[in-house]
């Protein structure tokens, strides 16, 4: 049988999420009070506000996601994530900062994130769990939400205003880069490549669509690498949470992906941006 399959099992299950509830709400409460006291968290505090009113480009790896887009911010500030080395050979840009909390991608790929030439790693801290010493340029970070039983119901609850002492649990790693933004002090935060469609959804209602003619990452990337089920309304909710955080923190999120589904955040034409006023 495949492990993998098996461990989506256990780790979806309510019979086994509902045994452990008590557990794991203390466990996660418990990590989530001590973390501000650890190394970790102290290597965090130092980029607070290091970018105060600068702009940035945070980057999604969906099939809109060119080289030569990427190669026109080279000299920009700006955010990469999961998988994005697969981009690497087709361009000189390099993001400013790296961040990874999926632990299956850390799972599979700690050896090659390791290795990344890269100024600073951001990585969910169970990555500490297979064996890797730390090293100055990756800092660990502590993702934390309510344990709930259905994990369906796992969505993000708010925007952390202080991520050396946690960062909010969430439906992806885009929006754990729009916190790391703000604690870093950017006005101005342009998302690039965020397609928000994925070749199997699933909705809140726990209904599943399937669309062949959808790839879900950028060209070059294997699709057996692909997430099997994006939950697509949770995610939806997440960007809304950090939009509504944004908006009355005036801070600025605008979706400069072209195409795409996203429509949460206001539009902007990505080629525009670079244009002499």
Known sequence: MDKQKVAYFLRDSKLIRGILFPIMSFDLWYKKKNFYKTKDAAKIRKYQNLHKGERCFIIGNGPSLTAEDLTKIKDEISFGTNRIYYMFDKTPWRPTYYMCSDNDILFNDIDTIKELKLPVKFLNIKAKKYGRKPENHICYFYLYGPFKINKNK??????????????????????????????????????????????????????????????NYFKGMNASQSIAIHPIDMATKSY??????????????????????????????FDKLFEKK
């Open 154 to 215: 796992d969505v993000q609850l708010g925007v952390s205003e202080d991520v050396s002492k946690y960062f909010s649990k969430t439906r992806t790693v885009t929006c754990s880069c729009i916190e790391m933004a703000i604690y870093m002090g950017f006005k101005e935060i342009y998302l690039l490549g965020v397609d928000h469609s994925y070749a199997i959804t699933q909705y809140a209602d726990g209904h599943i669509e399937k669309n062949a003619n959808v790839t």
């Open 240 to 269: 809304q949470v950090c939009r509504d955080y944004a908006d009355k923190h005036g801070i600025h999120i605008y979706n400069a992906t072209r195409g795409g589904k996203l429509e949460v955040f206001e539009r902007r034409n």
